[in-house]
């Protein structure tokens, strides 16, 4: 299965930048963003992502939580989710697994991890 769209749910304008820069290189064109755990919820029901990518570190409600929720919901509940983190010690895979996650990777500056956790899920 080729995924074709990503949403990133990540309240750093930055980071959204940079990811979307990788994953266009990479050739995935359709990248979708929310900056909250609630408009990112409402974007995978709207859009139907293939991927959703999770920041740890969100207002409102954290990316575990996003991401139970998400798992938690009729029709958008299967989809493939990353969550990633900026912080190393903050990095609780088994935490990430047991809300739904199917991945987990550490933000780096070149987001390597995340574009390799990405072609991984692909």
Do not use: W
Request: hydrophobic content about 40%.
């Amino acid at each position: 299965m080729m995924v074709k769209k990503i949403l990133i749910i990540d309240d750093n304008d930055q980071d959204q930048k940079i990811m979307n820069r990788y994953l266009k290189e990479e050739g995935f064109e359709d990248v979708l963003f929310a900056h909250n755990g609630g408009e990112g919820i409402e974007k995978a029901r709207s859009e139907k992502p293939d991927l959703i990518v999770i920041d740890t570190l969100l207002p409102e409600m954290d990316g575990f939580e996003v991401c139970r929720k998400i798992r938690e919901e009729d029709g958008i509940s299967q989809v493939k989710i990353i969550i990633i983190t900026g912080f190393i010690d903050a990095v609780d895979a088994v935490k990430a697994r047991s809300v739904g996650a199917d991945d987990y990777c550490v933000k780096t500056s070149d987001f390597s991890s995340l574009i390799e956790a990405v072609k991984s899920i692909v």
